[in-house]
Antibody, heavy 121, light 108 residues
């Protein structure tokens, strides 16, 4: 069974940093692109970042470019999102999702249950 | 950036009725690279349709996707109680990936 489990969320002050992790199992991680998508409370879905299977391609939404960094460790079946210079508008539930293949421009399924990031003083 | 506009924003229907959800793109979606997701309250989204018209594994055949270019439709032929949820479209034909604002289907 494919499983994705996010962690690392929490309460952080504006300007602070957090590192989200996504532990995966049940599929060949190194063969699949991955993504982070967020959902602000009561709002819709917003794509944040994606990474190709071999990490050669990393892509970001304009809203996070220069502040967030996506990475993966294929030997550990782990996906990461380093978030710096956090703003109130980054407050959201962050989901990781799996692509069906190695390319980052894709649909994604399944997703994890999400980890909540709250940016507030 | 391809902006996706979903309509209507909400839809109140009864079980057994037909639901027609629209997703309109601001420019042509390359290779009809469009997906539909279902999200229930408190749950992660789940893909139902990809490549505009391919049903994902395990999705009932009462769900169908159609369209091309800039106009796409998700149709639920006969609503079942478990179908009441929010549906999002997403395009992956051109960077950046973008989602529509969602259509909420609730029980009348």
């Amino acid at each position: 069974e494919v499983q994705l489990l996010e962690s690392g969320g929490g309460l952080v002050q504006p300007g602070g940093s957090l590192r989200l992790s996504c532990a995966v199992s049940g599929f060949t991680f190194s063969a699949c692109a991955m993504t982070w998508v967020r959902q602000a409370p009561g709002k819709g879905l917003e794509w944040v970042s994606s990474i190709s299977d071999n990490s050669r391609g990393t892509y970001y939404a304009d809203s996070v470019k220069g502040r967030f960094s996506i990475s993966r460790d294929n030997s550990k079946n782990m996906l990461y999102l380093q978030m710096n210079s956090l703003r109130a508008e980054d407050t959201a539930l962050y989901y990781c999702g799996k692509a069906p293949r190695g390319g980052a421009w894709s649909w994604f399924d399944p997703w994890g249950r999400g980890t909540l990031v709250t940016v507030s003083s | 950036e391809v902006v996706l506009t979903q309509s209507p924003g909400s839809l109140s229907l009864s079980p057994g009725e037909r639901a027609t959800l629209s997703c309109r793109a601001s420019q042509s979606v390359s290779s009809n690279n469009l997906a539909w997701y279902q999200q229930k309250l408190g749950q992660a989204p789940r893909v139902f349709i990809y490549d505009a018209s391919t049903r994902a594994t395990g999705v009932p055949d009462r769900f169908s996707g159609s369209g091309s270019g800039t106009d796409f439709t998700l149709t639920i032929s006969r609503l079942e109680p478990e179908d009441f949820a929010v549906y999002y479209c997403q395009q992956y034909g051109s960077p950046p990936l973008t989602f529509g604002g969602g259509t909420k289907v609730d029980i009348k």
